[in-house]
């Protein structure tokens, strides 16, 4: 199905790349789930051919991939292993929104793309148990305080996804004596910084979203990278997008075992494989809808996203297609259980895999009750 959405050599080179490793990482995939292990195996291999400097622009050095570019590549990724897409996904979610919005000083934009050449991987930490969410808007508990050698950083952060291998952290605190949040970026082996192994669930397991303490980590003048005055927030960020490419990947992934499954299992009651019945054709039917109807609301927010004009009109698009994928892709693994059965539920099965992982995106943001109170908040706007 994904022929359809590829458009360009670039993208078809990319996959072709991805394609020589997905033996190992598929190989892998099973082990980084229940042994709930960082996948550093596939990142090395992601590393060699490439990949984490796919959203760097190519003034800088970079392979400068387009947000649809990334949703495509991550996509058929997470149809490998999720966990290693997801991680992943961050760091190239958080170069690509940094260079393409200018969002540090010239001389710093410079300065790290010399690292991420080098193979850098670097995410964004902001979730704090005392906030919840970051995107409701609580103040970060992590403080920094200005000295005479730079500032100091105290804090805890949660969910930080690929803490194992982060060589970065791009860390939001509040200021006091500017009374506002700031980002700063810290190297891993600053003095002080700590990974606390607290990613104990049920979903996403090989993701190593622990816990990172700062304990009166001392940090650089000019690190102190963003502020409202020169904000990330506030922006449309189609680089978000590719939280649902990892979620429709696993869609698409349940997707082919079910309908292999179906093609090939044939009980010694039936005459003909499982395929050839109605109800499972008609469920085969209903994931195909509900795979299409994601993948044209997805590849087409990102095309327009990448668009310099049309992505002025976009409003609530980004998190619709969250919203979308991630439900379908709900429905995609229960019509894709109820077609292989109880088989599905066995530790051995992916499908119970996917499962799991899939309910994850419910808890990425966007949430989806923010997504449906902000299309209707803009509805009731747009007709006063």
Do not use: C
């Amino acid at each position: 199905m994904i022929e359809l959405f590829i458009k360009t050599y670039k993208q078809r080179n990319w996959l072709r790349r991805l394609e020589n490793v997905k033996k190992d990482i598929i190989k892998s995939s099973n082990d980084v789930d229940q042994l709930a292990r960082f996948p550093i195996e596939s990142f090395q291999l992601l590393k060699d051919i490439g990949y984490t400097k796919i959203t760097l622009p190519a003034e800088y050095g970079g392979e400068g991939l387009s947000v649809y570019d990334m949703v495509l590549l991550q996509e058929t990724l997470a149809s490998y292993d999720e966990n290693t897409s997801l991680a992943m996904g961050w760091t190239l979610g958080v170069i690509g929104d940094l260079y393409a919005n200018k969002l540090w000083s010239a001389n710093l934009l410079e300065e790290f793309s010399e690292q991420i050449i080098g193979g850098a991987i670097v995410n964004r930490l902001v979730s704090e148990a005392i906030t919840g969410s970051p995107t409701r808007g609580g103040r970060p508990g992590t403080n920094a305080r200005r000295t005479t050698n730079g500032w100091v950083i105290n804090g805890r952060k949660s969910f930080s996804t690929a803490s194992p291998v982060l060589d970065y952290f791009l860390t939001s605190a509040w200021i006091e004596e500017k009374q506002q949040v700031g980002f700063f970026l810290i190297q891993r082996n600053t003095p002080g910084i700590s990974i606390d192994e607290t990613w104990d669930v049920m979903a996403m397991r090989g993701t190593g979203s622990h816990d990172v303490i700062f304990e009166e980590v001392l940090v650089d003048e000019k690190y102190l990278v963003e502020t409202p005055q020169r904000p990330s927030g506030g922006l449309i960020n189609g680089w978000q997008l590719h939280i649902p490419a990892t979620y429709l990947g696993i869609a698409q992934a349940a997707r082919d075992y079910a309908v292999h499954f179906s093609v090939h299992h044939q009980p010694n009651s039936l005459q003909a494989p499982i395929s050839t019945l109605p109800h499972v054709q008609h469920l085969i039917g209903e994931i195909e809808l509900h795979l299409q109807k994601s993948r044209f609301v997805l590849y087409g927010v990102a095309e327009n996203f990448d668009d310099p004009i049309r992505r002025q009109l976009l409003t609530n698009e980004i998190a619709i297609a969250k919203y979308v994928v991630t439900n379908n892709a709900l429905e995609i693994i229960d019509k894709a259980m109820r077609i292989v059965g109880a088989k599905s539920l066995q530790n051995t099965n992916p499908l119970q895999r996917y499962y799991r992982n899939v309910r994850a995106g419910l808890h990425n943001p966007p949430m989806d009750d923010m997504t449906i109170t902000k299309l209707a908040q803009h509805a009731i706007e747009n007709n006063k």
